[in-house]
């Protein structure tokens, strides 16, 4: 049985506000989900008043709050849950020619048989522009590779939007270099380019 390749990991996720970021969420949390079970007892109570029938026999409509209450915390405690996740499990690696992707959900795309590649500007701004080459635009730029598997997208910096260190740009070309779909040869000398300081022509 051939060995399997060894993986190497990008430094895409958080590095230095990791532990930060998910104390506060986790915070926010223990904080947001009672409070939004609250606001719907509140909302939910106002709604059922309006609607509870006159009298001694009248029926308080019970199912309302309960079911406010119901949707208000789970969505709170399903978006602290998704972004914990983020936060911590954010990252990129290589494995051979697989190229994985995992932000809220991982993406994975073999580059030896991708369809295409390029690097356009994505919807995400520098924190602090970088000085090298890299810094062409405001937005971080980001490889687009189209495959089979659907569409994965890597931005070439970390979650911080710091740009990724010159090592990880070369080794991301040199998966790149090897691949046969359009763009892939180009987008590899970019990244190499990049990862020298100099500015793409």
Known sequence: MPPSPSRYQFSYG???SRSTRLLLLTFGGLLGVPAAGCLGAIVGGGIGSVFDE????????????IVLVAVLAGGMLAWIV???RTVAMMGAWLE???LTVRERRSRTIDLARARSVSIQPSRIRWKTPPQAGVATSEQIPEVVVIGDEGEVRMRLSNAERVPLPPQELHV???ALAGAQAPGAAQVAQHLQMLASGRAPA
């Open 54 to 65: 006159p009298g001694p026999d009248g029926k308080v409509l019970i199912v309302i709050p």
């Open 14 to 16: 958080f590095t230095t």
């Open 96 to 98: 051979g020619t697989l």
């Open 82 to 84: 998704i972004n914990l």
């Open 172 to 174: 991301l070309a040199g």
